[in-house]
C-alpha cells in the first residue's frame, strides 16, 4: 500500500556562499547524519571544486507534500523505512571561483528539463560572526545580489505558457553558535541594507553611462526601479522569489548529538520536497 510513496532522490539543491561560510562542513555533517557507518568529522579546507552528494531528510522532518505529519501517522513509518533522499551541490565560495562554480552551477541547474532533477533550492550560507567586517559585508552581499539577480531575470524571462517555478532561497545564517555571531534578524536587515546599495550605485552607473550611450536592456536592477529600498519581502512580491534568512551552526553547543543546529534549514529543504 505504501510502496509507491515518492522518494525524489534526485531533487537537487545548490550550496552557494562566501569562502570560509561553512559549505563543506554543513555537506559533511549532512554526509555523516545520512550514513551510521561514518560518524567522523572530517576536517574542511577551502573548495576548489563543487561536489555533489546524496543525504537522507530525518524522517521527523516534514516535507512540503507531507505537511502535517504527525507521529502516528503511517507515512512517519514509512519515511523512517525509505526515508527521502535529496542531492546538495557544494561549491566553492573563493571570489575567483564564483563565476566559474558557483553562478556556472546555478546557470546549469536552473536549465534542467526534466523535471525531477531541477534545482529544487538555493542555500546560501553565510559567516554571522564576520559580517561585522564591513568588506566581508559587501562581498558577501555582492554574491548574493548576483544570485539573485540571475533568479529574477530567470523569473521575468519565463515564457507566461511554459511557467518556470521561482526556486526559493535560504540565507542559512551559520555559526550562531558563536558569541560574535549576528542574530538572523540583524544578518537579514545588513544584507537588505547592502544590497540595497550595491543596487543604487548600480543603477547610478547606468545612469551616467546612458548619457553618452543607450541604455542597454540587459541591464537589470534588482527588484524594481522605483526608489524604494531593497528588502527581500519586495523581491518576493515584485519577481516571486522567496528569501528566508534562518540561523543555525554546523559546528559547536548548538549541533548537541544530532546535529539540531541544522534542524531549521533541514525543514526549509523538506519544505521546498
Ligand atoms: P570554501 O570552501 O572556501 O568556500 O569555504 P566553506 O564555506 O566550505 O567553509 P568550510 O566548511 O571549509 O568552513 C570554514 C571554517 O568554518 C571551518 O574551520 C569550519 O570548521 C568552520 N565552521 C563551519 N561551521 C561552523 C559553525 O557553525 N560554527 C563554528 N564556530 N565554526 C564553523
Ligand atoms: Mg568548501
Avoid at 32 to 53: E, F, G, I, P
Avoid at 130 to 149: G, K, P, S
Wanted: charged share 25%; glycine share 6%; hydrophobic share 35%.
Amino acid at each position: 500500500f505504501f510502496q509507491t510513496v515518492a522518494s525524489p532522490p534526485s531533487s537537487n539543491f545548490l550550496l552557494l556562499g562566501p569562502s570560509g561560510a561553512g559549505k563543506t562542513a554543513f555537506t559533511t555533517l549532512l554526509e555523516a547524519k545520512s550514513s551510521l557507518a561514518s560518524n567522523k568529522s572530517h576536517s574542511t579546507h577551502t573548495s576548489q571544486q563543487s561536489t555533489l552528494v546524496t543525504v537522507t531528510l530525518p524522517p521527523t522532518v516534514p516535507t512540503g507534500s507531507n505537511r502535517y505529519r504527525s507521529v502516528n501517522d503511517p507515512s512517519l513509518k514509512e519515511a523512517t523505512r525509505n526515508p527521502i533522499k535529496y542531492r546538495i551541490k557544494d561549491t566553492p565560495g573563493h571570489g575567483k571561483l564564483r563565476a566559474s562554480q558557483g553562478i556556472s552551477e546555478l546557470q546549469t541547474m536552473t536549465q534542467s528539463k526534466d523535471i525531477k532533477t531541477r534545482l529544487r533550492g538555493v542555500v546560501f550560507m553565510v559567516d554571522t560572526a564576520a559580517l561585522v567586517d564591513e568588506a566581508t559585508l559587501r562581498d558577501t552581499a555582492t554574491y548574493l545580489h548576483d544570485v539573485l539577480l540571475f533568479l529574477q531575470k530567470r523569473a521575468k524571462n519565463g515564457s507566461s505558457s511554459k511557467r518556470t517555478t521561482e526556486v526559493p532561497v535560504l540565507v542559512a545564517a551559520n555559526k550562531q553558535d558563536l558569541f560574535t555571531a549576528l542574530p538572523p534578524g540583524a544578518v537579514k536587515e545588513k544584507l537588505e541594507a547592502e544590497i540595497d546599495r550595491i543596487r543604487k550605485s548600480k543603477t547610478k552607473g547606468l545612469l551616467d553611462a546612458s548619457a553618452d550611450t543607450e541604455l542597454e536592456d540587459e541591464e537589470e536592477i534588482l527588484g524594481n526601479d522605483e526608489q524604494e529600498a531593497f528588502s527581500f519581502k519586495l523581491l518576493e512580491h515584485e519577481v516571486g522569489v522567496k528569501v528566508d534568512v534562518v540561523g543555525g551552526a554546523v559546528k559547536g553547543d548548538l549541533q548537541e548529538e544530532f546535529g539540531s543546529g541544522v534542524r531549521r534549514w533541514e525543514e526549509w529543504v523538506g519544505m521546498c520536497l
